[in-house]
């Protein structure tokens, strides 16, 4: 059996239609790939009791459209358009559960750093994706270290758009953690302090209370981040948004990292130091378990997070 995630697709939308999945390509000089002028989202559909559903779906692409924004980017398609996309997609390939990736990008037209000449395009592709650190990983936790690369500072870089270029610094942050035997690295702030993983959001736990760092730590402001905060608070469980030093790493009772591809994956070490028992605790069982009931259909949809993808024939642009 095949591990290749792109294994039996068919389609991606591409600039209002589906294009065959082996025709979806762009000119090798396209602004964004050399100047990296691309804003992104990464979104999950679930498997549910009543078919596949997307997660928070309207909250990733109204994050997409504020990234575009901050890039004087103007999105082609209305956030209703991309919806219909991104559901069409999904029915056209035949997919019960995916990962989604809706990208804006400068596409080919004009060269030079100036990006306001180049056109924009708009795509979103679909694909098999397990879990990001692994099911072990998700299930008994992880092991990471401090980065020696830092996030950027807010003054240098907009952190809280969702931008292509942003992930060079995630590059090597992720690249300095697998070569010396991590799962994952964890980046400070310019100030030296908790900002996030190379792609995840992070949450400690100190004496029952969640602990994360706040927007200005250079973080990005995640979808699951928030569904954390709000699970957490309908369940009792204190939260609190604060300046969070690198000492406090190392004493923390429970650690875990939160995003649309990791989900939620407790941290079982940092920098070889077991993080309280060196197991999965109390609180992030409960959090962890209670995310995947709400994404899977197990629960009642309280807060309307789940788009479901009508049963229907999509139909295909030749």
Request: net charge negative.
């Amino acid at each position: 059996m095949s591990t290749n995630p792109f294994t039996g697709l068919r389609w991606i939308w591409m600039n209002g239609r589906l294009v065959d999945f082996e025709k979806a390509t762009v000119h090798v000089l396209a602004h964004a790939l050399h100047y990296g002028s691309g804003v992104f989202e990464g979104i999950r559909c679930y498997t549910t009791p009543e078919g596949p559903a997307v997660f928070r779906l309207d909250d990733h692409l109204r994050r997409l459209e504020r990234s575009a924004k901050t890039y004087r980017m103007p999105i082609p398609y209305d956030r209703e358009e991309l919806t219909e996309a991104i559901l069409e997609l999904i029915a056209a390939n035949d997919l019960d559960a995916c990962y989604i990736r809706p990208l804006v990008f400068r596409g080919f037209g004009h060269m030079g750093v100036n990006p306001l000449p180049a056109p924009v395009e708009t795509v979103v592709a679909v694909w098999n994706w397990g879990k990001y650190l692994g099911e072990e990983g998700q299930r008994v936790g992880v092991d990471v270290c401090v980065s020696s690369w830092r996030r950027g500072s807010p003054g240098t870089i907009p952190m809280l758009a969702k931008a292509t270029a942003n992930y060079y610094a995630a590059q090597l942050i992720r690249m300095e953690a697998v070569i010396n035997g991590y799962s994952e690295g964890l980046a400070l702030d310019s100030h030296g302090n908790l900002s996030e993983g190379s792609g995840e959001n992070v949450f400690l736990v100190q004496d029952g209370t969640l602990l994360t760092p706040p927007l200005s730590a250079s973080i990005l402001p995640g979808i699951t981040r928030h569904t954390v905060i709000t699970l957490a608070a309908e369940m009792g469980i204190p939260v609190r948004e604060e300046v969070i030093p690198r000492g406090a790493l190392h004493i923390c009772d429970e650690m875990f990292l939160t995003g649309t591809a990791v989900e939620i994956t407790p941290i079982r070490s940092i920098d070889r130091i077991p993080v309280g028992t060196g197991e999965v605790g109390p609180i992030t069982h409960r959090i962890q378990s209670e995310f995947f009931a709400v994404v899977t259909g197990q629960i009642p949809d309280r807060y309307g997070w789940l788009t479901h993808v009508p049963a229907r024939v999509a139909q295909v642009a030749t």
